[in-house]
DNA sequence: TGAACATATGAATATATGTTCATATGAGTA
DNA sequence: TACTCATATGAACATATATTCATATGTTCA
């Protein structure tokens, strides 16, 4: 409670205090707020939508989508890092693709907010 | 298609051709990645799962999250904005409520990723 | 081993984003 | 009308984020 903040004495207290213990903790409000904003993003959002099409190695996803081949492997890395896709190397190569299609149902189910 | 970009010629043309086909357009994406974007910040998903148990006014929300007045209301702009809240006015202040449970359905099931 | 291929990574830069601060707006009340 | 309450908003500032650039790593093949 921050009285420095809000100088207002009108507001249900009783309602105040039954909510926030309702509330989760701050480690969950940060996670769930982190994989949102790793979907939050309009070039990492459309390597997702292609892997869910098909897999691909970083170079193809460089030409499809028109990116620097620098710049897919920074988005690729924090889609490792948070799970959401997984790879396989073959060679030279490296083939990535989504890690569960429980990505792709959230994305189709955001598509339908508009 | 950008070679200043990718010089490999190892790529498998016909099926970079293929997916192309079936992306979706830009604006699409865009708008997929805002709404991600919108949810993809801490204090955003907090007022979310408030609004979720209770409807509440601003310094309400501004005490029970311990934020400024101002930063709430930004805050509470954005997610009018994008349709996620909506608002009633009562003499001299304003209600905010969830627009649809879509959203808290999409924060449950993100939760649930880690 | 040397050379080309394919990807990863660190640092720098530019842009986007969130909060604060000061102030405006608007509604109720004395 | 003047004053308080409640919220909204613009500008400034600080931080976060995405891309680029240069380079490192690792693999294959001659």
Redesign the pocket.
Same mark, same amino acid.
């Given at each position: 409670m921050s009285s420095q903040?809000?100088? $207002?004495?009108?507001?249900r207290e009783d309602i105040i205090q039954e909510i926030s213990k309702k509330m989760s903790s701050n480690k969950t409000y940060n996670e769930i707020a982190?994989l949102f904003?790793?979907l939050?993003?309009?070039?990492?959002i459309r390597i997702l939508c292609a892997l869910y099409h098909h897999e691909f190695?970083?170079?193809?996803l460089?030409l499809l989508l028109d990116? =620097? %081949?620098?710049? $897919? =492997?920074? %988005?690729?890395?924090?889609l490792?890092n948070n799970d959401i896709v997984k790879?396989r190397?073959?060679?030279?190569?490296?083939?990535?693709s989504l890690e569960s299609s429980e990505i792709i149902s959230m994305i189709k189910k955001v598509s339908e907010h508009g």
């Open positions: 903040y809000c100088e $207002i004495k009108s507001v982190n904003k790793v939050g993003d309009f070039n990492r190695c970083v170079c193809e460089s990116m =620097s %081949q620098s710049a $897919i =492997s920074h %988005q690729l890395r924090l490792r790879y190397k073959e060679n030279k190569k490296v083939f990535y």
